[in-house]
Nanobody
Framework: QVQVVESGGGLVQPGGSLRLSCAASGNVRSIESMDWYRQIPGKQRELVAT???????NYAASVKGRFTISSDNAKNMVYLQMNSLKPEDTAEYYC?????????????WGQGTQVTVSS
């Protein structure tokens, strides 16, 4: 079992910044990647950013240049620095830990943290 807990969400004005944190604990080994997703009610969850165990990062086009994903493998943490926030960034943000298993990969999800961008 892997436990995943997000923190750092909140209310911020347009143009502002927030930093989300995600802590993984438990049987945290053989991690392929740690990812940030977001979801608006009634819409599909979308991938925001991903970082592999080797440190390679990728971003959704909508956040490229504004968001930065980073990780601390020793602490099993992943962060999402969000700058120049826009109202359309408002969503529930979820951390996902993708783990290698003997039969493929398994995803472990956190409960989410709400980000609201509004004046």
């Amino acid at each position: 079992q892997v436990q995943v807990v997000e923190s750092g969400g909140g209310l911020v004005q347009p143009g502002g910044s927030l930093r989300l944190s995600c802590a993984a604990s438990g049987n945290v080994r053989s991690i392929e990647s740690m990812d940030w997703y977001r979801q608006i009610p009634g819409k599909q969850r979308e991938l925001v950013a991903t970082i592999t165990n080797g440190g390679s990062a990728n971003y959704a086009a909508s956040v490229k240049g504004r968001f930065t994903i980073s990780s601390d493998n020793a602490k099993n943490m992943v962060y999402l620095q969000m700058n120049s926030l826009k109202p359309e960034d408002t969503a529930e943000y979820y951390c996902n830990v993708r783990q290698w298993t003997s039969w493929g990969t398994r995803d472990w999800w956190g409960q989410g943290t709400q980000v609201t961008v509004s004046s």
